[in-house]
């Protein structure tokens, strides 16, 4: 696992763009955010943790690992989707699994093509497949392809960090754009600090 590169170029320039995310990354200086850059894994993954607990989720996928070695998408496409279930998720979710492993073997989808692709082409490629909405899609953005500027409309925590920092009591769509594009071209960093604003509020 590698960390999300960036480093005092993109700080101050947030911190010239915005007074007050500027003084939130003073308060709580670098951060570190975990990234996998294996594409094929992370995708899973993500599906497997869909609306579980984070601890369920990692219980899930060691069972996963544990059962296939190999999370690729040949080994998967090839195994019944039962055995999938069996890892412990519902069948819904295992069908999304294998149909994403089936998808990609076969060629439908070229995950490393999508290293090459503008954001919005990697957000629709994804979302086209079952089992895949436009927030997943958002996070491997951030957390595989590591993209400089992704700030997350579907992401609830991204959105209740804005409203924490700049006190708002309600968030519309046209108020975040103009915080996202404030935030450009580093909205990813940007992201990171919303995220952990965010968790401090309801720690």
Known sequence: MANFEYGQKEMEHLRRRDKRLGKAIERLGPLECK?????????????????????????????VK?????????RLAEVQVEDIQACGMSMRKATYVKGIAEACAKGELDLDGL??????????????????????AE????????????????????????????????LSRDQFDIYRKRYSPYGSVASLYLWKISHERTE
């Open 66 to 74: 544990e059962r296939f070695i190999e999370i690729t998408p040949m």
């Open 115 to 136: 290293r090459s692709l503008p954001d919005p082409e990697v957000v629709a490629r994804l979302s086209a497949l079952r089992g895949i909405g436009a927030w997943t």
């Open 35 to 63: 990234v996998s850059p294996e594409l094929f894994p992370t995708l899973i993954n993500s599906v497997v943790a869909q609306q579980i607990s984070g601890k369920a989720a990692e219980t899930v996928w060691g069972r």
């Open 139 to 170: 996070m491997i953005l951030i957390f595989s392809l590591q993209r400089p500027d992704v700030v997350s409309w579907n992401d609830l925590a991204i959105r209740r960090g804005i409203m924490t920092l700049y006190e708002l009591d309600q």
